[in-house]
């Protein structure tokens, strides 16, 4: 996972929970839509090695894990009725398993981060370029 030292193991575990208790709140047929969105979006932002704001950028980089990841949980856990996220939180603590790799998640930040770059040149364009 890409926490870094910030985070101690027994966090980084809690959160690989969190994680899987998403993924099979995810997969599950009787979760509504906003959470199963908000699950796959908080899941593939945090296996996906690339950040909205880069790790390199001080403070910031870290911050961006240290709050996207337990705000996108905690609003998951907010808007699934508590017996449904309750039942998968411990299927994922009694389990072995591991959220799967999603290659789409890296596409989708890539695809952020063109977007915003895209944005910033047209802007950049209009403002000193256009005559």
Same mark, same amino acid.
């Given at each position: 996972?890409?926490?870094?030292?910030?985070?101690?193991?027994?966090?980084?575990?809690?959160?690989?929970?969190?994680?899987?208790?998403?993924?099979? *709140?995810?997969?599950? +047929?009787?979760?509504?839509? @906003?959470?199963?969105?908000? %699950?796959?979006?908080?899941?593939?932002? @945090?296996?996906?090695?690339?950040?909205?704001?880069?790790?390199?950028?001080?403070?910031?980089?870290? *911050?961006?894990?240290?709050?996207?990841?337990?705000?996108?949980?905690?609003?998951?856990?907010?808007?699934?009725?508590? @017996?449904?996220?309750?039942?998968?939180?411990?299927?994922?603590?009694?389990?072995?398993?591991?959220?799967?790799?999603?290659?789409?998640?890296?596409?989708?930040?890539? %695809?952020?981060?063109?977007?915003?770059?895209?944005?910033?040149?047209?802007?950049?364009?209009?403002?000193?370029?256009? +005559?």
């Amino acid at each position: 996972m890409k926490l870094g030292p910030l985070f101690g193991r027994a966090n980084r575990a809690r959160l690989a929970i969190y994680l899987l208790a998403l993924w099979k *709140l995810f997969k599950h +047929p009787d979760t509504p839509r @906003a959470p199963k969105l908000i %699950a796959i979006l908080v899941i593939a932002y @945090a296996l996906s090695p690339i950040d909205l704001i880069p790790d390199f950028i001080p403070v910031l980089g870290m *911050l961006d894990e240290l709050v996207l990841l337990p705000l996108g949980v905690a609003l998951a856990v907010k808007l699934t009725p508590d @017996a449904l996220w309750q039942a998968r939180l411990r299927e994922a603590e009694a389990s072995g398993e591991r959220v799967p790799k999603m290659l789409w998640g890296v596409l989708l930040i890539a %695809a952020v981060w063109l977007l915003c770059g895209g944005l910033l040149a047209w802007w950049a364009w209009r403002t000193w370029g256009a +005559p």
